[in-house]
C-alpha cells in the first residue's frame, strides 16, 4: 500500500527544529524589545519570518524529502503573489498621495 | 489509495528527469496518497486567501493618512508589575510553535504505529491550539473592552487598523479553532484504532494542515505585530 513508505525520520530533527523556532521567534521578540527603527528593523523581520516559514515548510511539511513535482505545484504559484504586492504598494502610495494632496487641512 | 501504482519502478529517478517522467508517464502524477495531494492543494488555495488579505491590509496601512497605532504599545501588558510590550503575542507564538513540534512528533510516532504516543501527542497539539485560541479571546476582549477598538475606528488612531486586525487574526484563529476540531476527532480515531487498516496517512495530512496554521501564524506575527 501507498501507505507504508510514508515520511519517517529520526524524532531528534523535530527537536532541533522546535529549539531553532524558539529561538528565531525570541529573535523576531528582541527587535521589538531593542526598539530597532527604519531599515534595520524591517529587514530582521523579513530575515526571522522567512526563516521559520522555510524551516516550517521544509521539515515540519516535510517538503524537503518530496519530489520535484510537487515542490513546483507549491512554490511556484505563490510568486504570483508578488505582482500583487508591488500593485497594490504603487496603488497604496498613490492614494496616499491624493489624501495628502485634497484633504489636508 | 484504488490507483495501484508499482512504487518501486515508478518514482524512483530524482530531479527534473524524474519529474518530466512523473507528468508524461501514464499514471498517477504524484508519489503520494490523493488525501495528502488534496490538503496541498488546499493549502496552497488558503495561501492566496491570506496572502490577499495581508496584501489588503498592506494597502491600507500606506494610504491612511492617520498615524497608524504602534502594536508595541497596543498589545503591551503589565505582569506583576512590569510594562511588557507584545508579551502575550510573544507567549501565543511560542504556544503555537510548541504545538506545531508536538504535531510533528505525532505524525512520526503515527508511522512507527505507536497508536498511544501518536494519540496523546495530538491530544496535547489540540489542547495547545485550544489555549491559543483561548489568549486571541482574551486579547480580543481587552482591545474592545479596554482600548475601545472597532472595525470602523478606534481612539489612537487610523481608523483602518481595527478593520483589518479583526478581519486577519480573525481568519486565522477560525483556522486554529477549525484545526483543533480538526485534530481532535482524528487523535479519538486514532486512539480507537480505526486506521489500523487503512494506513496513518491520514495524522500527516491533519498535520499539514495545522503546520500551515503555525506558518501562516509566522507572517501575521511580522507584518502585523512588529511592523
Not at chain 2, 494597502?59 to 498589545?75: C, G, I, L, Y
Not at chain 2, 487598523?161 to 481532535?184: D, E, K, N, P, Q
Not at chain 2, 482524528?186 to 486512539?191: E, F
Not at chain 2, 501575521?220 to 511592523?227: E, M, P, V
Request: proline share 3%; hydrophobic share 55%.
Amino acid at each position: 500500500m501507498s501507505e507504508a513508505a510514508g515520511q519517517q525520520h529520526p524524532i531528534g530533527i523535530y527537536l532541533k527544529i522546535w529549539i531553532l523556532l524558539f529561538v528565531l521567534s525570541t529573535f523576531s521578540y528582541l527587535v521589538d524589545w531593542y526598539q530597532f527603527q527604519g531599515f534595520v528593523r524591517w529587514t530582521l523581520i523579513l530575515i526571522f519570518m522567512f526563516l521559520k516559514a522555510g524551516f516550517i515548510v521544509a521539515i515540519f511539511m516535510h517538503l524537503t524529502w518530496e519530489r520535484l513535482s510537487l515542490k513546483y505545484v507549491l512554490l511556484l504559484p505563490p510568486l504570483a503573489i508578488l505582482v500583487l504586492i508591488a500593485l497594490m504598494s504603487i496603488e497604496g502610495d498613490y492614494t496616499n498621495f491624493t489624501r495628502h494632496l485634497f484633504f489636508d487641512r | 489509495m484504488s490507483v495501484d501504482t508499482d512504487k518501486t519502478t515508478t518514482f524512483t529517478e530524482p530531479g527534473v528527469a524524474g519529474m518530466v517522467s512523473d507528468w508524461s508517464s501514464d499514471k498517477q502524477a504524484f508519489d503520494m496518497p490523493w488525501g495528502k495531494l488534496m490538503m496541498w492543494i488546499f493549502l496552497l488555495s488558503d495561501t492566496f486567501i491570506f496572502s490577499i488579505f495581508l496584501t489588503g491590509y498592506m494597502n491600507v496601512r500606506m494610504s491612511a493618512t492617520d498615524q497608524w497605532p504602534n502594536p508595541s504599545e497596543v498589545f503591551a501588558l503589565t505582569l506583576f508589575g512590569v510594562h511588557l510590550p507584545l508579551i502575550l503575542i510573544a507567549i501565543m507564538t511560542f504556544v503555537l510553535i510548541t504545538s506545531s513540534g508536538t504535531m510533528a512528533m505525532a505524525v512520526n510516532y503515527a508511522y512507527r504505529g505507536d497508536r498511544r504516543k501518536t494519540a496523546i501527542l495530538m491530544g496535547l497539539t489540540a489542547l495547545l491550539g485550544a489555549s491559543f485560541v483561548g489568549m486571541q479571546a482574551f486579547e480580543w476582549t481587552k482591545l474592545i473592552v479596554e482600548e475601545g477598538i472597532r472595525p470602523w475606528g478606534n481612539p489612537m488612531g487610523a481608523a483602518q487598523f481595527g478593520s483589518t486586525f479583526f478581519m486577519i487574526t480573525g481568519f486565522h484563529g477560525l483556522h486554529v479553532t477549525g484545526g483543533v476540531i480538526y485534530l481532535a476527532i482524528v487523535a479519538r480515531k486514532v486512539g480507537r484504532g480505526d486506521y489500523e487498516k487503512k494506513g496513518y496517512a491520514i495524522v500527516e495530512i491533519a498535520g499539514l494542515y495545522w503546520h500551515f496554521v503555525d506558518l501562516v501564524w509566522v507572517f501575521i506575527f511580522a507584518f502585523f505585530y512588529l511592523w
